[in-house]
């Protein structure tokens, strides 16, 4: 039973791009949030998508979009990087039904900006 | 505003010592507190959760234990072993939304 998959493990861009990370969830499971970490820091919630749709969103600005496809996997979009983006990106799996269903995490996506 | 505040930052105990890590909420809407650990490169796991019907839940080695009135909860780790040596984060959120709010991290070593 695979667990939640990202891609890719590590990434560098430059100030100004744009990115694109992937997240397929547990099999199963039909919800997936995103989570920023930074360095020595606890995740911080981006958003959560269900149903492809998003459903909530934490504090962070519209340069961070994302998607989620009919198969629940999902991506995450940042467009004109800041330094400040430099991050562990965590992509989050669980079930809906039932409310506060454990999350799966994955291993994260580490980007770099230069 | 941090919705979850945990400390310390950082932990040493001798091997068969036991880890204590402690939490602090202020939105009483919370009423799902999970534990997570992270290894270097890794995702967080889930290790144990509580809701606040009950003030103690222990799996294994691992114990929370939970203060409604005081807004507090902490994970108590029995006969510590160097495996054990982690980031050990908190977490909790509102039913039915998903969205959880982590503390800062408590990194702990244990010492063989």
């Known amino acids: 039973d695979a667990g939640v998959t990202q891609s890719p493990t590590h990434l560098i861009k430059t100030r100004g791009q744009q990115v694109t990370l992937r997240c397929s969830p547990k099999?199963?499971?039909?919800?997936v949030s995103w989570y920023q970490q930074a360095l020595g820091q606890g995740p911080q919630f981006i958003f959560q998508?269900?149903?492809?749709?998003?459903?909530q969103r934490g504090n962070f600005p519209d340069r961070f979009s994302g998607h989620q496809f009919p198969n629940y996997s999902s991506e995450l979009n940042v467009n004109a990087l800041l330094l400040g983006d430099s991050a562990l990106y965590l992509c989050?799996?669980?079930?809906?039904?039932?409310?506060?269903?454990?999350?799966?995490f994955g291993d994260g996506t580490r980007l770099s900006i230069l | 505003q941090q919705q979850v505040k945990q400390s310390p930052q950082s932990l040493i105990v001798q091997k068969g010592g036991i880890s204590i890590i402690n939490c602090a909420y202020e939105?009483?809407?919370?009423?799902?507190f999970p534990w997570y650990q992270q290894f270097p490169g890794k995702g967080p796991a889930l290790l144990i959760a509580i809701r606040p019907d009950v003030s103690e839940k222990k799996e294994g080695r691992f114990t929370i234990s939970f203060n409604k009135s005081a807004k507090q909860f902490s994970l108590h780790i029995m006969d510590s072993q160097p495996g054990d040596s982690a980031t050990y984060f908190c977490?909790?959120?509102?039913?039915?939304?998903?969205?959880?709010?982590f503390g800062s991290g408590t990194k702990l070593n244990v010492k063989p």
């Open positions: 939105n009483t809407a919370f009423d799902y």
């Open positions: 998508y269900y149903e492809e749709e998003e459903r």
């Open positions: 989050a799996s669980s079930l809906k039904v039932g409310g506060n269903q454990p999350q799966h």
């Open positions: 099999s199963g499971h039909d919800t």
């Open positions: 977490a909790a959120s509102m039913d039915n939304f998903n969205k959880f709010y």
